[in-house]
């Protein structure tokens, strides 16, 4: 394979410029017979400079005299990962990261961007990682932490400036890897039994049946991943079933379903009893989900490939809750997927909310009356969320909010709750609310 430099290079330039999707590179890569440790090496790198891009951007801006719109976009994905090992890396030595930067600058560039690079790179080695100093608050800690700025003035504005930096330094930090225990085949006990005699570090979270595996290099390898004894998932996904909370025996509808995460969890709550219809778009999603539930043991799950925006006439007044966890932006996601924080701006959050709430107005007509409806994203933009519920709400007098933790709109963030980020609001369904509106109103 190529220098394993040059591949990360490759990668970072196909995620900016070129519309790939960082896990989805590296999953290929993985299954490539790669090194591991050439593996590692490039997941390090290529996550690393996608995550803190802008204040990357910012050293190279305030040490070239060459404007950032001019350099060619190789050649500042090479200065980009060589101050990236330089600030945040101390496994190679600075004139090592220069020489090699040097060599990829004379693969892609030419005798200018050579010298350019070589220029740059020793200047920046001899100096220490530089404070941000470029105007407000705001653009200092949007540029500082690498994220959007519409993104840091949302939480500036409304949560004030020591929560936002708590918040940014959180989504720039590994996620843990957490796991669902499947009590549908083993108990939390003896999970946690069975994996520390295999050498697994374990630590207990909020939910009861999440545990954070803290060395999870080969558990998915084990037999209890394989005979469906857990399912890798974000405490914030959990979180989210555990507030529907569905009881036996009653009849549930996941819209938006794939990969099966939610489903089988709701599944297991109701102990594999009543009946849960699992839909969504296409007939690979559907195979996750179908893939998942076997594993998992799950055996009260029917799927169906359905559009969510469009109404389906066999559903109308049919279940006692529907799960509505609606494509969005992803912006709770930033930690876990860096790449996001590029390739999703406010006009694309704005048109996601329009289809956020397409979905739920076709969600309602499948809820029973006294049934309940939960709404929820991966995203933490008030657009997708408080917006999408207060109209659904107003269009629809029959519906009125269930408190979650006393909020009508629960957000969880990595700051705080150890999560992804993710907004969760309950809904109940009641046609007596509408008559008392239309008696009194």
Known sequence: MKNPREKALQIINDVLYKGAFLEESLEILKKSNIDERDYNFIKEITTGVIRNRTYLDYVIKINSRVKIKRIHKIILSILEMAIYQMYFLDKVPDYSIVDESVNLAKIYG????????????????????PQVKIGDSIDNLSTFYSHPKFYTEYFYNNYGEEFTKKLLKANNEMPPFTIRVNTLKTSKSDLMSNLKELGFEIEETVYDNALNILNPKGVIDTKYFDEGHFYVQDLGSILVASFLNPRENSSLLDLCAAPGGKTTHLAELMNNTGEIMACDKSQGKIKLIQENAKRLGVKNIETRVNDARVLNKDFIDKFD??????????????????????????????????????????????????GELLYSTCSLSKIENE????????????????????REVLKLFPSTDGSDGFSISLMEKNWLWAFAVFLFD
């Open 321 to 370: 809750y529907v799960l509505v966890d609606a494509p969005c932006s992803g912006t709770g996601l930033y930690r876990k997927k860096p790449d996001i924080k590029w390739n999703k701006d406010l006009e694309d959050i704005k048109s996601l909310a329009e289809i956020q709430l397409e979905i739920l107005d076709k969600a309602k007509d499948y809820v029973k009356d006294g």
């Open 387 to 406: 917006d999408v519920v207060n109209k659904f709400l107003e269009n629809n007098k029959n519906f009125k909010i269930k408190k979650l933790r006393d």
């Open 110 to 129: 030419n005798r200018g961007s050579i010298s350019f690079t070589n220029g740059i790179l020793r200047s920046i080695s001899k100096k220490d990682a």
